[in-house]
């Protein structure tokens, strides 16, 4: 891959699934507390997993340091970890929102 090759999808990701939501899924997952507190579990869990696992003393998972920005944080998390989890778990919720309200027997 080239430069920063990890960091420029993580950032793009983002912006793609807002973009998703506001304009074309409309769950209105967003204004809903419940989504920012399993977000807030998410990510806590996510801390513990990938600081164990990208911990610069002893990782087990390896990032090429020309992929990335270098920014890590706690523990030595490279911060794209959490734009690409901030965006597969959103999306993945936004979709099964989707579904259900889009399956038979079901109001919209």
């Known amino acids: 891959m080239t430069e920063l090759g990890y960091t420029l999808p993580a950032v793009a990701s983002v912006p793609v699934v807002v973009a998703l939501e506001l304009l074309w899924l409309r769950t209105g997952l967003f204004r809903r507390p419940g989504y920012w507190i399993t977000m807030a579990i998410v ?43 901030f965006s ?18 079901r109001a919209a």
């Open 43 to 85: 990510f806590a869990f996510q801390i513990g997993a990938d600081g164990w696992l990208t911990k610069l003393s002893s990782p087990i998972v390896r990032y090429d340091h020309a992929e990335l920005t270098g920014l890590r944080f706690p523990f030595d998390i490279p911060v794209e970890d959490y734009l690409f989890g």
């Open 88 to 105: 597969l778990i959103t999306l993945t919720l936004l979709l099964w929102v989707r579904a259900g309200r889009r399956a038979p027997g």
